[in-house]
């Protein structure tokens, strides 16, 4: 399998800062070490080119972004202090992005270790997020033909409102999101599916939540290309969760969604989305436990 890796490009945050950033970079050596994949299989995130973000976003918040001349509340609300190394880190996670989603188009499964960028609308960012990674891969293919509806099914455990705002009236996309009810973002956009959960809900709801949502999701037509945002801050160990989903029942999740997916020839795209547990290793786990997942269902294919 094909994964794109992002952390080559560095970004240093300020000490005390709560954003995980060193969780990318030991996942990687994880997913080496646990012989989860090969280090042959990992590859650097080629930079996004400009016109393919501009398709998705306002090319004046692009020019903003990319030459530091954002405004303090639009900064603010990234959450990230601007440097020229985050554009660097943007720019190769959105690539990875797109790199992946033409693996998965040849390969059946592929993933990028960063991404899932959910909080990014069109003419701003937001929760950690900058550029709308998975609505920038699915446009670039779609408006090149090579696909002709995709499908975004997200489980981070924040709603995906940049990714449901950006889709609205694009029939091409249909977005789905399971999140928390109570968590960010508190105003909510509407997806074309939602699933909100409440506080607390462990494995046996999640999962019948998950399956429900995945099965309407397919109900509702047939689709070339499927995007998940796999985030694993559902875990009951994440600190900014408030559910209670086990690491069993996460795997169990992703792979009930890429089983499903691969059961009806539908290639997908792994992003890797949040995960803040206390402390950090249990996320990067159920990171790991997301592309185990991954890897035993193309080793059923073949
Ligand atoms: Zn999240």
Known sequence: MRVYYADHQRVELPAGHRFPMGKYARLRLELVAQGVLREDELI????????AIERVHD????????????????????????????VRRTLASAGGTCAASDAALEDGVSGVLAGGTHHAFRDRGGGYCVFNDVAIAAVRL????????????????HQGDGTAAIFQDDPRVFTVSVHGAKNFPLRKETSDLDVPL???????????????????????GSFDLAFVQAGVDPLVSDRLGRLAVSLEGLA???????????ARGVPAVLTLGGGYAEPIEESIQAHVGTYRAATEVLARRS
């Open 44 to 51: 650097p995130a080629p930079a996004i080119e400009r016109a």
């Open 59 to 86: 090319a004046a918040y692009v020019e903003a972004f990319l030459t530091g001349r954002l405004d303090p509340k639009a900064r603010q609300r990234i959450g990230f202090p601007w440097s020229q190394a985050l």
């Open 142 to 157: 779609l408006d090149a033909g090579r696909v002709a509806r995709v499908l975004a099914f997200d489980v981070d455990v």
């Open 198 to 220: 409440p506080d607390g809900t462990d494995d046996g709801p999640y999962l019948e939540a998950v399956e429900g949502a995945f099965e309407q999701a397919l109900a509702a």
């Open 252 to 262: 169990r999740r992703d792979s009930l969604v890429l089983g499903g997916l691969a």
